[in-house]
């Protein structure tokens, strides 16, 4: 009975730092119940989704084949293939709202009986049952091209078949679900259409001969026969015993598409854990600083209860029960608001990932993470709470709690000039074990921030970063021309804009190595790759690999690989390591003359990229020349469709992460200087007996929480300029990207400190309002 | 004729509990004056100083120092006032914990700007050599004994050449030993023409005034004139005050 009188008083007594607790533990378990149901439903869903889709093990896009079907019976003859499934589709460029798309589309024959796919309701706000057919006419898209083109039912988008306008226009129906081609990452995009819409493009694809603009061609799900078998060794046995390689745009596993679409998402995420592990780690410290504070203002109440027979352990049992319930309620309630939460990130994501993310409460794993959390929770308590053995009836008598444990000579002096700045840092260094958990916080929350904006900095405004680690080599603009329109031509319009201070051409055409598909980069300009270690391809023989496929082959500089492609096969030494995170990192580059000794050569494989005097001009270039060649000429900036999807996600990171920093410091600050109004109220008496206004008195107060901020952001600055690059790093290469270097500029090292601290001295600020409530009668004595 | 430097008019100070403690005071503090005010335990004697001191809101009346109202001044004003004119000796010590006695002392100048930061520390010094705490000046106020700790905080109050010294019963901490020697200090300046309104319940305190105040349930009952303060006469001003004193039935 005792004991829940007690808790009851102890609840009452503290109940304005357990509410910080509570709110503290609130926000760490809403962040990480969201992150996780995000990161466990969308781990799951793709890959099943997928399955729903029809990937095979491997799926090959193919092209210029007279009869899938005929190729899809001789891969199935084989016997490590246990059959393949085929969908027609049509490549083609298209535009919507006047936009030009960046690859090409594939209108995929839609076929209900198959029930691959998931249809949106008009709104997006759930599922909607398939349509039994799509109307001649409409075609159904991915969410995602919400995002990128700002694309509403009832658009029409336009298919460029064939040249002199020989157009399908096409009026969207509605959206469906794709886990591959709907998200924004990826720049080819599914269009499901009719069987009539279908057959018309067929036929103007038949009649245009060389006019033709779009390709037929189909996607082949091969699945194999043992599924646990190498993908790289059952593609190469698919293109060593079939005619495969000669039709196929290229080749993706299952896993390798999964990977590739969780890679974002899981980077993203384990950002997020980090964070929500930050929270923890800044919760923690100011539990601690809690514990310690309630240990010294109840130091009395201890000694008395020791004398009426209360042991240490007992007390501590209070005091832990204590904890553990603000802890568990804001655990609970945090829990509760993910579900909201997920709920509304699901929906967000939808327009970027073109996936409808289930927001089901992942409950076995949370109940791990909050056992976990709790565990370690009550270890450090208890841990806390060992002072309360030193708690003696005689010691609380005699206020051993309130010793002075600092000597002045060492303090810095007190100065007429920077007099509230000087009486700010004696308060700081006098009773510093009250702000240690504040400057935890701070040095926490600036690593974290600095960290997000370096990365930040690094992806750019305009993505050029991320840009830079997917493409192999740098330019402005690229144009590659698809019919009769010379070189020439286009860089009159471009000069007319802009000079044009350097040139070069690059291919990307599917090669095997070693039996294996790949994408070579194939380059005129060899040194103008990426490159890591090493040398450029500069020989007909020599070739560059990145880091991923040197892992896949366990190869190295010096080595050799053998590369395909229609012409033959030869051996190339590996002159060298370049970056290039396309088809996350599965690429090699090679010279043009190295290249020709393999492949054929015909005038619209390359594209030209040019380096532009102002490169400010590059829309205006680009909408001219559309509206000169049309379809003739596809026209490509240094960015991708994906690329905006990233940069936002990063940006919302970003502000999820402040405002979680701001609610955190505001807390903090809260807890903090609660505890020290009441600990200095005779103190803030006195200064005011003496002629101190309580504006100058909430600065002094103020500029303490700033100095601790100062001290943390400089520490927390210090170890993110350590610690980013070979951290991030390690995440960017699930992510295929090898050369991530964060290089910022002065200010963004500087803000995350900067706003830290400023949010810490307004909190301070506001946290001393009520040291204008303190009245000079404290100082009669009673 | 005595100069009133503070006056009071019809103060009132009731709490929220409706317990009356100061019931229409009408009271005047002259220059260069020792008052004291005096009362039993619960009279409102304490609460009249801070009344008159501005450091509590009175809720009827109004308070003039040096003819100006102060009881409408905003909150920046009266803390200039603080800093500038008067001085304040409380019964605890209520020194800053984390400032040395000479820090204690300096800030409060500082803060009222009575010189250049030279000049202030030269005269914390000096004030602290005046009240005999200069060898504990770089000590923390948990270090000296309560009555250096005193004497520092007479010195504080002082720092700002103050128009009025208010002490509320600045020896109830003290030792006898201690508590002679504050009187003494507070004699002295009083001597050097320094304006005092202090609180006692203390004889011995009550003999250094000049003007004595007695209150009873919130009101002033009367007062009594004596000499200005000479040891030789203490016997004398003792039976004074005692004969005054039983005479309001103390």
């Known amino acids: ?782 | 004729m005595k100069q009133a430097i503070l006056k009071g008019q019809q103060l009132c100070k009731t709490f929220p509990d409706g317990n009356e403690i100061l019931q229409s005071v009408d009271v005047e503090i002259y220059n260069r004056d020792f008052t004291i005010i005096m009362g039993a335990s619960g009279a409102g004697k304490s609460t009249l100083l801070y009344a008159l001191s501005g450091m509590d809101k009175v809720t009827g009346g109004k308070v003039f120092y040096r003819e100006k109202e102060i009881t409408c001044l905003s909150e920046n004003q009266m803390a200039s006032l603080r800093a500038k004119e008067f001085g304040f000796v409380f019964q605890q010590t209520h020194l800053v914990s984390n400032l040395t006695l000479f820090e204690n002392v300096a800030v409060a100048g500082y803060i009222g700007k009575t010189g250049t930061p030279k000049e202030i520390q030269e005269k914390a010094r000096q004030l602290l050599r005046q009240m005999k705490v200069e060898n504990a000046k770089d000590r923390l106020p948990a270090n000296v004994s309560g009555g250096e700790a005193q004497r520092a905080a007479i010195a504080r109050a002082m720092i700002g050449s103050p128009g009025l010294l208010f002490a509320d019963e600045p020896t109830g901490a003290l030792n006898r030993s201690n508590t002679e020697e504050v009187l003494d200090l507070l004699t002295a300046l009083n001597r050097n023409g320094q304006s005092i309104l202090m609180v006692t319940h203390d004889m011995r305190a009550a003999v250094r005034g000049n003007r004595l105040l007695y209150l009873e349930d919130g009101k002033l009952l009367d007062q009594l004139s004596l000499p200005p303060y000479e040891e030789a006469e203490i016997k004398q001003r003792e039976a004074m005050v005692s004969q005054w004193l039983s005479n309001l039935q103390w």
Request: aromatic share 10%; charged share 15%; hydrophobic share 50%.
């Open chain 1, 1 to 782: 009975m005792e004991f829940i009188t007690l808790l009851k008083a102890n609840l009452k007594r503290h109940k304005g730092g357990l509410a910080g607790i509570f709110i503290l533990l609130f926000l760490v378990s809403l962040s990480l119940v969201t992150v996780l149901t995000i990161w466990e439903n969308s781990n799951s869903y793709i890959p099943a989704e997928m399955r729903r889709a029809g990937f095979g093990d491997l799926t090959v896009w193919v092209s210029g084949i007279p009869n899938p079907d005929l190729l899809s019976n001789e891969i199935s003859a084989l016997d490590t293939v246990e059959r393949t499934e085929s969908q027609k589709i049509i490549y083609s460029n298209y535009v919507l709202r006047e936009q030009e798309s960046d690859s090409e589309g594939q209108l995929i024959l839609y076929n209900p009986k198959e029930n691959r796919y998931r249809f949106f309701t008009d709104s997006l706000s759930g599922y909607q049952p398939q349509p039994e057919k799509i109307q001649p006419g409409e075609v159904y898209v991915s969410p995602s091209m919400i995002s990128i083109f700002g694309a509403e039912i009832g658009d029409e988008i336009t298919f460029p078949i064939a040249r002199a306008g020989k157009n399908l226009i096409l009026k969207i129906a509605g959206w469906y679900e794709d886990p591959f081609m709907g998200s924004s990452m990826i720049g080819m995009k599914g269009f499901l259409i009719d069987g009539s819409s279908y057959d018309a493009a067929l036929a103007i694809l038949q009649n245009a001969g060389i006019d033709a603009l779009a390709r037929n061609g189909a996607m082949i799900h091969i699945f194999a026969a043992d599924p646990e078998e190498n993908r790289s060794l059952f593609s190469a046995e698919i293109n060593e015993k079939t005619s495969l390689s000669s039709y196929a745009e290229f080749v993706h596993s299952k896993t390798a598409i999964s990977g590739f679409m969780l890679v974002l998402q899981n980077a993203f995420s384990g950002f997020l854990f980090a964070f929500a592990a930050v929270l923890l780690l800044a919760a923690m410290a100011m539990l601690g600083y809690q514990i310690q504070s309630a240990i010294q203002q109840d130091f009395v109440n201890m000694g008395i209860l020791k004398t009426v027979g209360f042991t240490s352990k007992r007390l501590c049992m209070i005091q832990l029960l204590q904890y553990l319930i603000a802890i568990i309620c804001g655990m609970l309630l945090g829990l509760a608001a993910a579900v909201p939460m997920s709920q509304n990130v699901r929906f967000a994501t939808l327009t970027t990932t073109g996936i409808l993310i289930p927001a089901k409460l992942p409950f076995s794993l949370c109940l791990l993470s909050f056992g976990s959390i709790l565990s370690v929770l009550i270890g450090f308590i208890l841990w806390k709470l060992r002072n309360v053995r030193h708690v003696t009836p005689m010691g609380a008598i005699r206020g051993e709690t309130e010793k002075q444990l600092f000597s002045v000579k060492r303090l810095p002096a007190i100065r007429a000039k920077g007099l509230y700045a000087s009486l700010a840092l004696r308060q700081l260094f006098t009773s510093k074990r009250r702000y240690i958990g504040a400057c935890l916080v701070a040095i926490l929350l600036v690593f974290f921030a600095s960290l997000a904006g370096r990365m930040d900095a690094w992806l750019g405004t305009d993505g050029k970063g991320m840009m830079d680690a997917f493409n192999p080599a740098d330019h402005d603009l690229g144009i590659q021309s698809f019919g009769e329109l010379t070189q020439e031509t286009f860089e009159k319009t471009i000069r007319s804009y802009s000079e044009i201070i350097d040139v070069y051409v690059l291919a990307m055409p599917n090669v095997t190595v070693n039996g294996v598909d790949f994408t070579a980069n194939v380059i005129d300009q060899p040194e103008r790759f990426h490159l890591i270690e090493g040398l450029p391809a500069m020989a007909d023989n020599e070739i560059v690999i990145t880091e991923f496929v040197a892992a896949d082959f366990g190869v190295g500089i010096g080595d050799s690989l053998t590369i395909g492609a229609d012409l033959g096969n030869h051996a190339y030494r590996i002159s060298g390591i370049y970056s290039c995170a396309n088809d996350m990192g599965q690429n090699i580059g090679i010279s043009r003359e190295g290249y020709l000794k393999i492949g054929s050569d015909f005038p619209n494989l390359w594209c030209w990229h040019y380096f532009l005097a102002d490169p400010s001009q590059k829309a205006a270039i680009t909408a001219e020349l559309e509206n000169a060649y049309g379809g003739d000429i596809h026209i490509h900036e240094n960015t991708w469709p994906g690329l905006y999807g990233i940069i936002s996600a990063m940006q919302a990171l970003i502000l999820v992460l402040y405002s979680m920093s701001v609610l955190f410091i505001l807390i903090v600050t809260i807890m903090t200087g609660g505890r020290i109004l009441t600990a200095e109220q005779k103190d803030f008496g006195i200064y005011k007996a003496i002629g101190f206004s309580s504006a100058s008195l909430r600065m002094t107060f103020a500029f303490r929480f700033g100095i601790m901020a100062v001290t943390g952001s400089v520490l927390g600055t210090v170890l993110a300029a350590v610690f980013t690059d070979p951290l991030v790093s390690f995440f960017m290469k699930l992510a295929g990207i090898s050369n991530f270097a964060s290089a910022p500029d002065l200010g963004t090292v500087l803000f995350p400190g900067a706003i830290i601290t400023l949010l810490f001295l307004c909190f301070g600020w506001l946290a001393a309002r009520k040291i204008e409530k303190i009245d000079l009668t404290i100082l009669v004595a009673e």
